[in-house]
């Protein structure tokens, strides 16, 4: 079955503790994004991948790392978590194409909460 | 600087009546339209989208408009069902290239 998952789905921690959120997809895509979703903010990108080795911001990167060392993999590691990072955050994937068909194929989510 | 907004937070529709969810943007380098519907406790998923080269896209009974001039896009559900009911998002790019912007999202209630 084609699809995108993370781990874990959901997530509690402490102030400073560092984590990383993993993010997987089968279906040989070569693009990959995380973002998060808060309350009246909507869904806002975090990092973006259009390959191996290439990352780019989004528009909320701070306090966020990623990495994309093979294809099917993009996990998003908060070094030092703050409460202001709690949220429910999405990694999402779709075949990179200049034609704009931007459709993204969406992991479950990961709910977490930083205390 | 929101740049697509969902002034919407939520819609409540009669089972059979249109649903019309509307979107506002405000970067004219904007090219490429998509919606997506959330259902709670999963990630979103493609619903429709449209090229600003048309001004219309359908599937089904899903319809999504486009006005560039007014920089709004509209998505209207004919006949709304209850299963519609879930959270839209409108997002937007520029050019092809890969970063995406999403709107706030409105919530659709169809009442049976």
């Known amino acids: 079955e084609a699809q995108v998952t993370q781990n874990p789905r959901y997530l509690i921690t402490v102030t400073g503790k560092k984590l990383t959120v993993t993010c997987s997809q089968n279906?040989?895509?070569?693009?990959m994004s995380w973002y998060r979703q808060d309350p009246g903010l909507g869904l806002r990108q975090i990092y973006y991948?259009?390959?191996?080795?290439?990352?780019d911001k989004g528009d909320v990167p701070e306090g966020y790392k990623v990495s994309r060392k093979e294809k099917r993999n993009f996990p998003l590691i908060l070094e030092s978590p703050s409460p202001n990072q709690t949220s429910l955050y999405f990694c999402?994937?779709?075949?990179?194409?200049?034609?704009?068909?931007?459709?993204?194929?969406f992991g479950p989510g990961t709910r977490l909460t930083v205390l | 600087d929101q740049q697509v907004k969902q002034n919407s937070p939520s819609l409540s529709v009669q089972e059979g009546r249109i649903s019309i969810l509307n979107c506002d943007y405000t970067?004219?380098?904007?090219?490429?339209f998509l919606w997506y519907k959330k259902y709670p406790a999963e990630g979103p998923t493609f619903l429709i989208s449209?090229?600003?080269?048309?001004d219309k896209n359908e599937d089904g009974r899903f319809t999504v408009f486009l006005n560039k001039s007014a920089k709004h896009l509209s998505l209207h559900i004919v006949p709304s069902q209850p299963g519609d009911s879930a959270v839209y998002f409108c997002?937007?790019?520029?050019?092809?290239?890969?970063?995406?912007?999403f709107g706030t999202g409105t919530k659709l209630q169809v009442i049976p």
């Open positions: 999402a994937s779709s075949p990179t194409s200049f034609s704009s068909y931007n459709e993204q194929f």
């Open positions: 279906m040989n895509h070569e693009y």
């Open positions: 991948s259009m390959n191996v080795e290439v990352t």
């Open positions: 970067n004219s380098m904007f090219d490429y």
């Open positions: 449209i090229s600003s080269i048309k």
């Open positions: 997002a937007a790019s520029a050019g092809g290239y890969q970063k995406v912007t």
